[in-house]
Every structure is written in structure tokens, then in C-alpha cells.
């Protein structure tokens, strides 16, 4: 009687263990039917074995040395930095890199990584250089405006707010105006400061008020000056 | 867990892992994806094992699911594309022709053969690479372990959560499985 398929695959898989074995192989020397089929099955296992190539062993061996180099890389970053002593990178920061940073390294770049005193002074500077930057074209930006307020100064009376109203209704809508009041002259506030605007359709001015030109009492509000924009 | 511990069992099962992972994703990229990822969990879980044999265990299955799921995703867009390729009106033949990379199968390097028999053990690799690919999920992964992974019975059984009787039977099965699958691609291929 012949022993059940199984035991012939376990056979071939060096899994039946002596004296099985031993009987196992005397039976099959004698059987036709089991000599098949542990032939077709090693005949299987060889070709099995045949898809293995070089080629892909080199890349499995390639792809090894780069998950090593990684961790290793990461192992090597926390012991520099003293923060975990024996753990990675990984564990520090949380950080696990992403499929898409493995093949950009797959592919030859290599990844960048900075210590996190480094990585915060970097975002600093970064942060000053952009402030730079922006206040920079802020202030080109603005020197037109100055030049051409400073260039159409005009000194109106006391009161006499229809020529300023004229006068912003000269203007362009994107020049910006600033009023400063006479510093020869001292003001004292009546009530609360209240803002108001001047909208007549083609400018619109926002003023300081109330305030009145009496003798010196106070010198608040004197020379102080008040910027408007226009819309 | 400790550096000295997590490096051994780097060195000890990196390559193990590799060589299954790759069979069942095909794919030397997805396989190093997935092995780095389960590496990666393990660090970055902080992950504790009794032994270093039981940490190789739960890699074999990080690996194993993850590579699982990788190749269903893929078969489900090959899938996608078969469906509109045919709703072309083109015949499928000319997407399976490009479905499988030539350098990736059984061309080994050195040995001279001539372009005809190259082209046979090329198209034998395909078979069955092929055949292996179509079997169900639980016992090409035993075949895989045991063939490409070099894993023994109790081994495999560990790492799948099965007994060695139930290994013994799905190597078998699969085999059975994998030889009548060959042998009906072999007759479909007799010139009539």
C-alpha cells in the first residue's frame, strides 16, 4: 500500500524524520506510482529553483545594503545627537521614511538629515531672511508714496478742511497721505479722539478730531501725525 | 530593545525576507519596500521580543501580509487596465506581454545558450511564475517559505500560526496544484 502523497512531499522537503525516512525510501525504489511522483515533485522543485537568477539576487542584495545603510544611518544620527542612546533616528523623531524618499534614494539621491538643534536654527534664519526679504519690497513699495505725499505737501489754516478735501480729491486713488498737525502750535482734546472719514467718491481721508487751537495747555496731539490712506 | 539585538536580527533575516517577499510581489522594489517598512515598525514601535526567533516571526508576517496585499493591489490593476485594454478591442495578449519584466525571470548571466532555447526557458519561467502567482494565497506563501525562504515546517509553522501537519499538507497541495496547473498549460501549447 502505497504511504499518502503528503509524506512524499515531505520527503522531498527533508521533513520525515528516520526511520520513516529509511522505509519511505525502500517503498518508493519498489513502486512505480510513488517513483513518479517524487520524481515530478523534485522535477518541480528544481525548476523552482531556476527562477531563481543572479540578476535579481544582485538587486534583493542591493536593496539589503540600502535598508542596512538606512538603519544604520539612523542609529549612527541618535547616538551623535545623545538623545537615544541606542535607538534610531526613527524612534527620535518619529520619522520613518516614506516609500516615495526610498526611491528618490533607490535612484540615487541621498537623504538629508539634520540634527534638531541645526534643523531649528536653519527655520530661523530662514524665517529672518524672509522677513527680510518682505520688508525689503515693503519699503521699495512704500517710497514712492513718501515722496510724493512729501512732494505735494500743502499747509492748509486752521479749520480749514475743504482745501484738504481738494486736495485728496487731486490724488490718485493709490497714493497714501499723512497729516501732521503744526507742531507750533499746542492742542488740547475736547472729548474723546474720534476717527473720521471723508469719502466724497474720489478720495477718502481719515482725520484725528476733536481737537481745538487754543493757548497751550497741553501738548498732546501736537505733531502728531495721522495716515490715511486712500482707497 | 537593545542595538546588538536589533542588528542580528537584521543580519539573520534580511535576506530571508527579501527572497519572499520578492516572490510573492514580483517586484525587487516592492520587496525592499516592505521589508524596510516591517524593520521600521518594529524600531519604531519599540517592539520587545522574548526571543530573537520570535521577533523573526512577526517579521515573516509583516512581510508576508504586506507583500500579500501589495500583489492583490497590483492584480487588481492589471485587472483595471485588462477590462479597458479589451474594451479597445485589443487583443489581451499584447498586455500580458508587458506584464512580466524578461531580467527579472530565471535569465542567468554566463551560461550560453542558444536564442531558441533562451526564448523556451524564458517562456518555461513565465509558466511558472505564472502558475505560482495563480495559486490560492495560503499555500503559495507556504511554498515560498519553503523554497525561496529556506524555511523548515516548523518554521513556516510558527510564522503562519498553523501546526507542522497543516504545513505538510499545504506544501503538498500546493504542489499537486502548481504541477496540474503546468500540465494544462503545457496541452494548451501542443500544436494541434
Not at chain 1, 102 to 115: D, E, F, Q
Not at chain 2, 126 to 153: F, H, T
Amino acid at each position: 500500500m502505497c504511504p499518502d502523497e503528503s509524506l512524499l512531499s515531505a520527503y522531498i522537503d527533508g521533513e520525515v524524520p528516520s526511520p520513516w525516512k529509511e522505509k519511505l525510501e525502500s517503498h518508493v525504489l519498489d513502486c512505480p506510482t510513488c517513483t513518479v511522483r517524487v520524481s515530478e515533485f523534485r522535477k518541480l522543485d528544481a525548476r523552482l529553483q531556476q527562477l531563481k537568477s543572479p540578476d535579481v539576487e544582485a538587486k534583493l542584495a542591493m536593496a539589503r545594503e540600502r535598508i542596512e545603510a538606512d538603519l544604520r544611518f539612523d542609529i549612527a544620527d541618535a547616538e551623535k545627537s545623545k538623545r537615544v542612546p541606542v535607538l534610531p533616528q526613527t524612534l527620535a523623531t518619529g520619522h520613518l521614511d516614506t516609500r516615495y524618499e526610498r526611491k528618490a534614494r533607490r535612484n540615487g539621491s541621498r537623504r538629508a538629515v539634520l540634527s534638531m538643534p541645526v534643523l531649528a536654527a536653519s527655520v530661523l534664519v530662514l524665517i529672518f531672511a524672509a522677513g527680510l526679504v518682505v520688508g525689503g519690497k515693503m519699503l521699495v513699495n512704500k517710497k514712492p508714496q513718501s515722496l510724493a505725499s512729501a512732494s505735494g505737501t500743502i499747509q492748509v489754516g486752521s479749520g480749514s478742511m475743504d482745501s484738504i478735501n481738494q486736495y485728496w480729491s487731486s490724488l490718485k486713488s493709490d497714493q497714501g497721505v499723512t497729516i501732521t498737525m503744526p507742531s507750533e502750535v499746542s492742542f488740547e482734546p475736547i472729548g474723546d479722539p474720534v476717527i473720521m472719514t471723508y469719502n466724497d467718491g474720489a478720495a477718502t481721508a481719515t482725520v484725528v478730531s476733536p481737537v481745538s487751537s487754543v493757548p497751550p495747555t497741553s501738548s498732546l496731539g501736537s505733531d502728531m501725525p495721522t495716515q490715511a490712506p486712500t482707497p | 530593545m537593545p542595538e546588538m539585538d536589533f542588528r542580528s536580527i537584521y543580519e539573520e533575516n534580511a535576506d530571508m525576507l527579501l527572497r519572499i517577499a520578492y516572490r510573492i510581489t514580483n517586484s525587487t522594489e516592492a520587496a525592499e519596500d516592505v521589508v524596510h517598512d516591517a524593520f521600521g515598525k518594529m524600531l519604531q514601535n519599540q517592539m520587545d521580543f522574548p526571543t530573537n526567533a520570535d521577533a523573526k516571526y512577526w517579521l515573516i508576517r509583516v512581510v508576508k501580509n504586506a507583500a500579500i496585499n501589495y500583489a492583490k493591489r497590483k492584480s487588481r490593476e492589471a485587472k483595471a487596465y485588462e477590462k479597458w485594454w479589451r474594451s479597445e478591442g485589443k487583443p489581451v495578449e499584447d498586455v500580458e506581454a508587458g506584464s512580466l519584466s524578461m531580467a527579472d525571470i530565471g535569465s542567468d548571466a554566463g551560461v550560453e545558450a542558444s536564442a531558441e532555447e533562451g526564448l523556451l526557458r524564458r517562456e518555461s519561467a513565465e509558466e511558472l511564475r505564472a502558475a505560482l502567482d495563480s495559486l490560492p494565497e495560503r499555500l503559495k506563501v507556504v511554498l515560498i517559505m519553503k523554497e525561496y525562504g529556506g524555511m523548515n515546517y516548523k518554521e513556516i509553522g510558527k510564522a503562519l500560526g498553523i501546526s507542522e501537519g497543516n504545513v505538510k499538507v499545504r506544501a503538498y497541495r500546493a504542489r499537486i496544484a502548481l504541477l496540474e496547473r503546468l500540465k494544462r498549460e503545457d496541452d494548451t501549447n501542443v500544436p494541434r
